[in-house]
């Protein structure tokens, strides 16, 4: 890294955390935990939840798989629940459009469902032969007049929309309304004849859509709608969206979801819960999204979603029988050694960041820092820990200048 990466590094830990991208630098300890991990990423294809306590580490984690997913060539998105906002995991539109939001495809740190789109029209993909074959399928041998491979047709709609305006240099208004869309999907269930005119009609020289226009506007037939019929649309997107990121080359598609305690706790109606919970039993039961997913949650989670559901009055066993099958990555707190470790990583960070030679004085303080660790709050340990050690080479920088 250069000194400019360092002092990027740097100054995100003096939050606590490492900046984005650069988690897997900053992961000690646990190596039980992370070997399973790699060997879920390189031959599994589940569902799991990842649990541990308030600031023990399951956010840090589900950057660590992101970064090793990314690296081994998968498309990823992490998301993060909030009821308060527009990611409610009853929901699936909004949960769908977030996974848009945060698609990251290999060697490329920004993120939309756009990298996606582009990597599958990209020249150099293209003449792949295993993604030849999926670009055929998807766009009927070139005719892109029905669509008989994608499940959604919103999907379908959408990539072939955006094949025409990436073939001619981009049209940002397409991109720009296709992003839009599929971000935001339900602020577009009153605008079907916006959609119909901008992502059909008006690019109707590139392709023949023989479908009568009364179609596209029909409410039962919902191809611009993503929440009828129990979100199925939204479910079937998502699963065109691991298909694209295999016809794209990559190895499939991976989810992180983050803070899934959200459900229990500011989901206020039973059943918004309930049906939340359903959507969880759906990625375990591999229906309807053939990747992995990550789903991050405090001990016990099993236990309290039970004793919430028995407290509302449901005591469906067959139902609650369920919970059961959630398999789960159990992870230990960092210990005094292991943060001696992370110490010792951030030192060189350090030191390479100012140019600065830390001398066996400080290193020892900052092990002593370490080891006393072990009297602060578990949730709190390691970033304090983190914190108190950039603070401490701040201050002997600053003397030794």
């Not at 935990?33 to 031959?43: A, D, G, V, Y």
């Not at 803070?259 to 989901?267: A, G, P, R, S």
């Not at 999204?289 to 236990?303: E, L, R, Y």
């Not at 080891?371 to 108190?388: F, L, P, Y």
């Amino acid at each position: 890294m250069d000194r400019v990466e360092c002092q990027k590094i740097i100054e995100s830990l003096r939050y606590g955390k490492p900046p984005e991208g650069y988690t897997h630098l900053l992961t000690v300890g646990r190596k039980k935990e992370i070997n399973r991990l790699l060997k879920i990423l390189s031959e599994e294809s589940k569902s799991y939840l990842v649990e541990a306590n308030y600031g023990v580490g399951k956010t840090h984690l589900l950057e660590f798989i992101k970064e090793k997913a990314l690296e081994l060539n998968f498309v990823t998105s992490l998301i993060s629940l909030d009821s308060s906002s527009e990611a409610r995991f009853n929901r699936m539109d909004q949960i769908f459009g977030q996974i848009c939001r945060n698609i990251q495809v290999p060697k490329n740190n920004q993120k939309s469902v756009r990298y996606l789109f582009d990597s599958l029209f990209d020249l150099n993909n293209q003449n792949k032969p295993e993604s030849k074959e999926y670009l055929i399928k998807i766009s009927n041998n070139n005719k892109w007049n029905e669509n008989h491979f994608l499940k959604s047709e919103a999907m379908y709609i959408a990539v072939r929309a955006w094949k025409f305006s990436y073939e001619n240099g981009h049209n940002i208004k397409i991109d720009s309304l296709i992003e839009d869309w599929l971000f935001n999907p339900f602020n577009y269930y009153t605008q079907r004849k916006y959609l119909y005119t901008e992502l059909i009609a008006k690019l109707k020289k590139w392709f023949n859509d023989s479908r009568p226009e009364w179609k596209f506007y029909d409410t039962n037939e919902g191809i611009f709608n993503f929440q009828i019929k129990g979100y199925s649309q939204s479910w079937d997107a998502l699963h065109d969206l691991y298909t694209i990121s295999i016809a794209a080359g990559y190895k499939g598609l991976i989810l992180l979801i983050d803070e899934f305690e959200d459900v229990i706790h500011n989901l206020k109606k039973i059943n918004y819960q309930q049906d939340a919970f359903w959507n969880l039993f759906e990625f375990f039961l591999k229906k309807r999204f053939p990747g992995i997913a990550f789903f991050a949650v405090t001990p016990g989670f099993v236990k309290k979603c039970k004793e919430l559901l028995y407290f509302k009055g449901i005591f469906d066993e067959d139902y609650l029988s369920k919970f059961d099958m959630l398999e789960k990555i159990e992870l230990s707190p960092l210990t005094s050694k292991d943060l001696v470790e992370l110490s010792e990583k951030i030192i060189s960070i350090y030191s390479n960041a100012y140019q600065w030679n830390i001398n066996s004085e400080v290193k020892k303080k900052i092990k002593e820092i370490c080891i006393e660790s072990s009297n602060i709050a578990i949730e709190d340990r390691v970033r304090q820990t983190i914190k108190e050690i950039i603070t401490v080479l701040d201050q002997e920088m600053s003397k030794s200048s």
